[in-house]
């Protein structure tokens, strides 16, 4: 990689061991991926819960942390995505010391770094959305395809080390999605159906995902028929870049690079092209849902939801009481608002728990699942369906109405 | 012995293993249960079967970033593959093998997963400039 005088400084020590460590890892990163130099980047972005972590995972930040002060702090605003609990209410998931423990020294370690304890997976809805083409370093999968494609900004997908080295240095290799060759369509999908609802719109996202197959592939979509909200784009890119591991999506005529056909459809190329309709989507739902007649724990959760889905949550929860456990996860910056505007106590009032600051699947899934005997989950997220059979559930893929009938029939699902 | 099948990108150090191989995915966060280092997701080609110390030789990355930190802490615990041949990587496998030192190579001009057999005894080296994968003996 061509290295500027500031960057060779970087790598020579000159700013310290922390950045000296972040511009080698990325090097090695930029190398593998043919990146021929670096671009300025203006945030970053970490996931780095302890699960994912683990004991060596912490141990590795509290070394950096114990680094002079001058030698060891973020040079470009870090916030971070969800953590692996909610510490007001880790006794109501039976979460254990030993996890808390963990989470505190994770935190205190990224404080002393500089970074910002986010905890949000939907910073683009609540913290600082990016702008058209802007370069920028992001980690959780949501964040950057939500980023990349309703935003136009420019990022990968920043797993925690490297999102914190983009940190510690200020750029990151410039490779994917940061040029603009790598952003033109690579596939056409012509949506015969336009989804309803969020959990729909996961499942066109999961669908699509598995049509693309992997990180290099820019799915276009046509043939959508209405401007779809945030929530909406939020659970389809959610679920498209699980699925597909994708990273960028376009949809003709909404999405800010492809106002018109002719800037995807590209240049005389014939790209791969697929069709997706209704009967695909039901039968993507009932891939999951048709061997579930009940569940033990509905979750909201994946990406963390927003005031609006709140809002909703608990208008459908009002005059009902919800039998088994219902958990409604949103980020610090929303759970505020909800409890100012007494929407977490019409949710807990109903039996439902909200949380704040932490993903479901990124706080010890398998062992919540132990401690409380969970064992069949019903969800709106597609992108939770896809990741939490890995832990052990078997989910069932359901409308928010759905879940909250299955949370007030003690579990059972409507047919 | 076979002869060498060359990759486009490599890092890590010359390991041998037991290939573990299937045209499927692969996640930490979302396949694995690495507390006892087996693939735990059902629907995965591999369910059931121990990758520890084994070489993976797999279809695409999957998945989401978790697996840039927890290629990190199964090496610490010593629970994890010998090596991950992948015919197509995702950003996250590269920043994960360099966090971990992680021996991995990827891209290829056939299908890797058609290739090798599973079961088959191979060597990874992905130190030279043309990184490669063969099969020096069978196993089953």
Redesign the interface.
């Known amino acids: 990689m061509k290295l500027t005088d500031e960057e060779e400084a970087l790598r020579a020590g000159e700013f310290g061991p922390a950045a000296q460590w972040a511009i080698e890892h990325q090097i090695k990163v930029g190398e593998y991926l043919r990146a021929s130099d670096f671009v300025p980047v203006t945030q970053a972005h970490i996931m780095a819960d302890t699960e994912s972590l683990g004991p060596a995972g912490v141990e590795w930040l509290e070394r950096m942390a114990q680094l002079p002060p001058d030698e060891r702090r973020v040079r470009i605003p870090t916030i971070t995505d969800p953590r692996g609990t909610d510490f007001a209410a880790a006794h109501r998931l039976k979460q254990q010391p030993w996890m808390l423990d963990l989470e505190r020294r994770a935190i205190a370690a990224l404080e002393a770094l500089g970074v910002l304890m986010t905890n949000t997976c939907i910073n683009y809805q609540t913290i600082m959305p990016p702008v058209l083409r802007e370069h920028v370093a992001y980690g959780d999968t949501g964040v950057v395809i939500y980023s990349n494609s309703v935003c136009g900004a420019r990022s990968n997908f920043e797993g925690g080390p490297s999102a914190l080295s983009a940190g510690l240095t200020g750029r990151t290799p410039r490779y994917g999605y940061h040029l603009d060759e790598r952003r033109a369509a690579t596939l056409v999908v012509d949506v015969g159906w336009t989804p309803r609802e969020l959990n729909d719109w996961g499942a066109l996202g999961g669908i699509v995902g598995r049509l693309a197959g992997d990180y290099w592939q820019v799915p276009a979509l046509v043939g959508i028929d209405r401007i779809p909200g945030s929530d909406e784009l939020k659970h389809f890119g959610a679920a498209l870049a699980s699925y597909g591991s994708v990273a960028l999506f376009h949809i003709v005529g909404i999405t800010p690079e492809v106002r018109l056909d002719d800037d995807v459809l590209l240049r005389g190329q014939a790209l791969r092209r697929h069709g997706v309709g209704e009967t695909d989507i039901h039968a993507f739902h009932q891939s999951y849902a048709a061997a579930i007649d009940t569940v033990d724990v509905v979750v909201f959760s994946a990406p963390q939801l927003s005031l609006m889905e709140i809002a909703k949550v608990a208008g459908l929860l009002d005059g009902r009481r919800a039998t088994i456990p219902l958990l409604v996860v949103t980020s610090p910056q929303v759970k505020p608002d909800a409890d100012r505007l007494r929407l977490t106590e019409r949710i807990e009032a109903a039996g439902g728990t909200v949380l704040s600051g932490m993903c479901f699947y990124q706080s010890y899934a398998r062992e919540m699942a132990e401690a409380n005997g969970w064992q069949r989950l019903a969800t709106n997220s597609a992108k939770l369906v896809n990741i939490i059979g890995g832990y052990g559930y078997r989910p069932a893929l359901l409308s928010m109405e759905a879940c909250i009938e299955a949370a007030c029939r003690d579990g059972r699902i409507a047919r | 012995m076979s002869s060498r099948i060359i990759a486009d990108?490599?890092?890590g150090r010359r390991v041998e293993g037991e290939a573990l191989v299937a045209k499927d995915?692969f996640?930490a966060?979302?396949?694995?249960?690495r507390?006892r280092g087996v693939f735990?997701?059902?629907?995965h080609k591999l369910a059931g079967q121990s990758y520890v110390g084994r070489v993976l030789v797999l279809d695409?990355?999957?998945?989401?970033?978790?697996?840039?930190?927890?290629l990190?802490?199964m090496?610490?615990?010593g629970v994890v593959p010998a090596a991950l041949v992948l015919n197509?990587?995702?950003?996250?496998m590269?920043?994960?093998a360099?966090?971990a030192g992680f021996t991995m190579i990827s891209g290829f001009a056939l299908d890797i997963t058609h290739a090798i057999p599973n079961g088959a005894w191979v060597e990874v080296d992905p130190t030279g400039e043309r990184p490669f994968i063969r099969v020096v003996g069978s196993n089953a």
């Open positions: 990108a490599g890092m995915g996640s966060r979302y396949d694995l249960d507390a735990s997701r059902s629907e695409a990355a999957k998945g989401g970033v978790a697996t840039a930190w927890m990190h802490e090496n610490a615990r197509v990587v995702n950003p996250i590269v920043q994960g360099a966090l």
